[in-house]
């Protein structure tokens, strides 16, 4: 975690916790701030279960990397951090694909500052990383193991260039009924959590 941003009281005793049952990678939702002006922005408290994970990081990745809790042997496990521009994203869908548990508690435990210097606000970048050769062929290991299909949408997910809206539609389309119909075995709380996340498929695509 950065110099400013603020761990709150309880965090470690919770992750821990769900580390010692079953979790190999633990997350917490945030709490956003700014300064100059000052303001809040609570994230959602809302807990995503190992067995839901894989699905919301194939449309979006929910997870905040400083409030990250996991054992050594789980980052190993998992190839440890690459030179990738989005290490942790990276990280995060390898470790999915190779079959560890990663889940994100429902109670904020990080207040996170927002600055206009932050580079992974910069949308440029995020497409940049979002790219690149080594991350995405983490993505398709995950979707392979997930969804068992080649991810076919990905130009309309993350598009380099113009891409023809009615195309672009109709991919994320079919990958968010694909997604949907291989979660239904998720409880009723997991799929609305899920389908909130699945919103990122609207005009923005990613």
């Given at each position: 975690m950065d110099a400013d941003d603020v761990t709150l009281p309880g965090r470690f005793t919770w992750e821990l916790g769900e580390l010692r049952r079953d979790a190999?990678?633990?997350?917490?939702?945030?709490?956003?701030?700014?300064?100059?002006?000052?303001?809040?922005?609570?994230g959602l408290p809302a807990p995503i279960s190992a067995e839901a994970m894989p699905f919301h990081m194939l449309v979006h990745n929910p997870l905040c990397h400083p409030t990250l809790v996991a054992t050594r042997d789980a980052v190993v496990a998992a190839g440890s951090y690459r030179a990738v521009l989005a290490e942790d994203h990276d990280l995060w869908l390898r470790a999915l694909a190779a079959g560890l548990r990663m889940v994100r508690i429902a109670v904020p435990f990080l207040?996170?500052?927002?600055?206009?210097?932050?580079?992974?606000?910069?949308?440029?970048?995020?497409?940049?990383?979002?790219?690149?050769?080594?991350?995405?062929?983490?993505?398709?290991?995950?979707?392979?193991?997930?969804?068992g299909v080649e991810p076919t949408w990905l130009g309309g997910l993350w598009p380099r260039e113009?891409?023809?809206?009615?195309?672009?539609?109709?991919?994320?389309?079919?990958?968010?009924a694909l997604v949907e119909a291989r979660s239904s075995h998720l409880s009723g709380l997991q799929r609305r959590i899920l389908a909130r996340t699945l919103s990122h498929l609207g005009s923005e695509g990613r």
């Amino acid at each position: 975690m950065d110099a400013d941003d603020v761990t709150l009281p309880g965090r470690f005793t919770w992750e821990l916790g769900e580390l010692r049952r079953d979790a190999d990678f633990c997350f917490t939702p945030i709490v956003r701030f700014r300064t100059k002006p000052f303001r809040l922005r609570p994230g959602l408290p809302a807990p995503i279960s190992a067995e839901a994970m894989p699905f919301h990081m194939l449309v979006h990745n929910p997870l905040c990397h400083p409030t990250l809790v996991a054992t050594r042997d789980a980052v190993v496990a998992a190839g440890s951090y690459r030179a990738v521009l989005a290490e942790d994203h990276d990280l995060w869908l390898r470790a999915l694909a190779a079959g560890l548990r990663m889940v994100r508690i429902a109670v904020p435990f990080l207040a996170y500052r927002q600055h206009p210097a932050q580079l992974s606000g910069d949308p440029g970048f995020a497409l940049k990383a979002l790219n690149q050769t080594d991350f995405q062929d983490s993505y398709t290991a995950l979707a392979r193991r997930v969804l068992g299909v080649e991810p076919t949408w990905l130009g309309g997910l993350w598009p380099r260039e113009a891409v023809d809206a009615a195309e672009r539609a109709a991919a994320l389309g079919n990958f968010r009924a694909l997604v949907e119909a291989r979660s239904s075995h998720l409880s009723g709380l997991q799929r609305r959590i899920l389908a909130r996340t699945l919103s990122h498929l609207g005009s923005e695509g990613r």
